[in-house]
């Protein structure tokens, strides 16, 4: 195994105190058996190349012997060539000795090269995360955190946090919520996991919405009722006979609708009338770029609706810190479920969260954020009404993504990936979205957050010269 | 909300840029609707008592509006009291202002205080956590981790710390393991989670074992087959029938006892004859005292035994790492499992174990607490042989707890650990680990690396003097 990973010069010198396994049979003398054992593990890949030994004082002492009966098994290997000795660097595996005995196991396949120009929906600019104030963050957590933060803890997550989103939901959503109705979780996906787990019926969904969420849904053995979508947003009225509806009325996760006041009444006069409960994927909630934002459907009836928000676009997917406001029936189900799942979410980093949105740190990223993606969404929407004018675009006002409604004669969402596959340009396609695909009209989701600052325009050049050459004739720019 | 969780100074005068999300109704003029909207939002407890405003001049950016107007509906309700200003502070919600239309949500009941003297079991000792080297672990990897990292990642973990823990596996353990067989997960409870996840048939457990673990098991739909333990570990042919077998080779979670070899070979035998699957869960697999460490079982079978280690013990339970090396033809499932019930673990602490366990700084973590727990278990041992002569100590070769089995006549457990808590210690009972405590005679787990270094020798003399108290007489010390 290279050892390419940051290692900072460390390291060299200060393996001595190193545990290894090993069980040699010393029926033949120790040192003889030692360099059996050594040789053993070394062929059949337990030991891998480059990883470093034990000093053999140390290991001596880990077995009880003299230091001269291992230094001479260390040196017989090394004078075979199993292992390598160098001045400062101690005992490692030769990284040419590995000559496996069965098939070695086969060498991970490097991950896909990321394209060079990156418009898929769901990331925001990770490139411009916090890192610096992050591990300021977390470093100030590691000094003050008390000891009992480190040990199992509450399964709701950590009181701190749940404290600190209740009053930031509060002002900053429109949420109505209490720390004791928080419940912190890994990402959207397990919230929704969550909530499945202690739902009993069918799902509504929204058609288009995540695979993957319908993917959750099925796997906690539940039926899925789509409710389709209009201008309006989810067509709420098809929740009837379900138990449970999943929408994300800020920004609907495929079209970019906000859902319109008189369904978000509707929706909960069925959660009031049915008992169903009301899954509110605050989606983008936090990205919207007219003057007035969307106040969360939450706040209409805390009772019946369990509202999910994340720090996945705020800050960083890779986080998977997310958090459910709950009905207080839904508490105590859903804890369960969460301590059956893993019994809390990790601490430190919903402590750093915490400290980031407490310091008001949270909302100076979300707002230098939130004016840079608008001034990217405004540079893609002059690019595509210059380049591409017959293509509808949906979604503006919020989020981090446009949606395309491509026009009639346009080619078909895998034929355009492809092409634009070949000019390094990655795009999202809606196929995936729709419960069924079949027979629905081409559009493309387009993730203007996605690529690094220093990217974006290339990006958006080529996406308008793509869509030049691709659109039917009649609707290419005026 | 008191603002008393660590702002180091921050905050005053920072808070200009704060969202806040208001939807004043301005029919009747848009200072009366900011007023009334502000005092609705702080009545119904949404916004906080403590709860900073943004500044006039920010408010009045986001809403479009004249900053006078917005200062305007500050100052009037700083004179009616629902707001305080105060120099450098800016403008917050103030204390005794809320004034709940419906019922105030409930303060939450504040943590259980900590016992003064805890041996309870289950627990290392959270206040050697390696903070400050844990803490430049985390700034070595948000200085150096590509943006990739902050995306939504692979399902099975990050590469970097797949490849360092199958070497580190191989090398400490005797693990069989390549980074492509490995899933990174949240604590060995998600890991049994995804293992049941994938199985279709009974699941034979330990009697005793953790009772979580057999709800996680219950909760996948899953029947339940005890496998009895004695002094030689878990008795492996009661499986028969099971499609899965948890086992605790190294250091029987309950009663401490190490699985003997010909069960070892037994188990595996089981599973290759069946097509079973053997969970090896390395319960303290890092902590054995005497000189020969028990490699893991997987090593004997890869292709039939799936093997389970955690950072819990080592480092800390709160970081919720774990993982899993996998037979082959149980990784694309388990992978699938992973990714439908939380996508990914975290990224920047898988980073930060990987950085860990390249850098040798878990192996010299483990070694200092290795010593130390080891002195602790001695002086717990002497102090039981002296005082307690009566009460049979297992499970003493390794672990971080030691197993009484009380002798006849002693007070059922329940009677013991109440008895304990008068006396400000708290102790772990074996009721709940076995699948029928009914007629068990009883037992005390003891965490002996539970309490801080300095309350150590002051849980061991009110243990003593409490045994010394509770057994019956004539096994009282000589």
New interface residues.
């Given amino acids: 195994?290279p050892?390419d990973?940051?290692?900072?010069g460390?390291?060299a010198g200060?393996?001595a105190?190193?545990?290894?396994?090993v069980?040699p049979d010393v029926t033949g003398g120790r040192q003889a058996g030692l360099e059996r054992a050594l040789r053993e593990?070394i062929r059949?890949?337990?030991?891998?190349a480059?990883?470093?030994?034990p000093s053999s004082r140390a290991l001596a002492a880990?077995?009880?012997w003299a230091r001269g009966t291992v230094a001479g098994a260390y040196g017989q290997l090394v004078a075979e060539g199993w292992l390598s000795a160098r001045a400062g660097a101690g005992t490692v595996v030769a990284a040419d000795q590995r000559r496996a005995a069965g098939s070695p196991?086969?060498a991970?396949a490097p991950?896909p090269r990321?394209p060079r120009y990156d418009l898929r929906a769901?990331?925001p600019d990770?490139?411009s995360?916090p890192?610096?104030a992050?591990?300021a963050a977390?470093?100030?957590v590691?000094?003050?955190a008390p000891?009992?933060?480190?040990?199992?803890?509450?399964p709701r997550g950590r009181?701190?946090l749940r404290?600190?989103l209740?009053?930031y939901l509060?002002?900053?959503?429109?949420?109505?919520a209490?720390?004791?109705?928080i419940v912190v979780?890994?990402?959207f996906?397990?919230a929704l996991?969550l909530l499945a787990?202690v739902t009993s019926g069918a799902v509504a969904m929204e058609d288009p919405c995540l695979a993957?969420h319908r993917?959750?849904v099925r796997?906690a053995g539940l039926p899925i009722v789509p409710l389709p979508v209009d201008e309006g947003g989810a067509r709420v009225e098809h929740a009837d006979g379900a138990a449970a509806a999943v929408v994300t009325p800020a920004h609907q996760v495929a079209l970019g609708h906000t859902l319109a006041p008189e369904r978000r009444a509707r929706l909960v006069e069925w959660a009031r009338a049915t008992g169903g409960v009301v899954l509110e994927d605050d989606y983008d909630g936090?990205f919207r770029y007219d003057?007035?934002?969307v106040?969360a459907l939450q706040?209409l009836a805390p009772e019946h609706v369990a509202y999910a928000g994340t720090a996945?676009k705020a800050l960083?997917?890779?986080?998977?810190?997310a958090w459910l406001v709950l009905p207080e029936r839904l508490v105590e189900p859903v804890v369960e479920?969460k301590?059956?799942?893993?019994?809390?979410?990790?601490?430190?980093?919903q402590l750093a969260l915490?400290?980031f949105v407490?310091?008001?740190e949270l909302?100076?990223h979300?707002?230098r954020a939130r004016a840079r993606y608008r001034r990217r969404r405004d540079a893609l929407l002059t690019a595509l009404a210059e380049r591409a004018p017959a293509v509808e675009v949906l979604g503006i006002a919020a989020g981090l993504h446009v949606t395309l409604a491509l026009p009639p004669g346009a080619p078909p969402e895998a034929e355009i990936r492809a092409a634009a596959a070949q000019r390094a340009l990655a795009l999202t396609g809606l196929a995936r979205f729709w419960h069924d695909p079949a027979g629905r009209p081409p559009h493309l989701l387009l993730g203007y957050a996605t690529p690094?600052d220093h990217a974006f325009a290339g990006a958006v050049e080529r996406l308008a010269s793509l869509l030049g050459d691709l659109m039917p004739a009649a609707s290419r720019g005026s």
Avoid: I, Y
């Fill in positions: 195994m050892s990973w940051s290692n900072d460390r390291g200060r393996a105190g190193r545990d290894l396994f069980a593990a059949s890949g337990r030991l891998s480059a990883t470093r030994l880990d077995l009880g196991p086969p991970e991950a990321a769901g990331n990770v490139g995360f890192r610096a992050w591990a977390l470093r100030r590691l000094r003050d000891d009992e933060a480190l040990r199992l803890g509450d009181l701190e404290r600190a209740a009053a509060g002002r900053a959503r429109g949420v109505a209490a720390p004791e109705r979780c890994s990402g996906t397990q996991g787990a993957v993917e959750v796997a936090e003057r007035q934002p106040g706040a996945s960083a997917p890779a986080l998977r810190l479920a301590r059956l799942a893993d019994h809390a979410s990790p601490a430190l980093e915490a400290d407490e310091s008001g909302d100076r979300l707002r690094p």
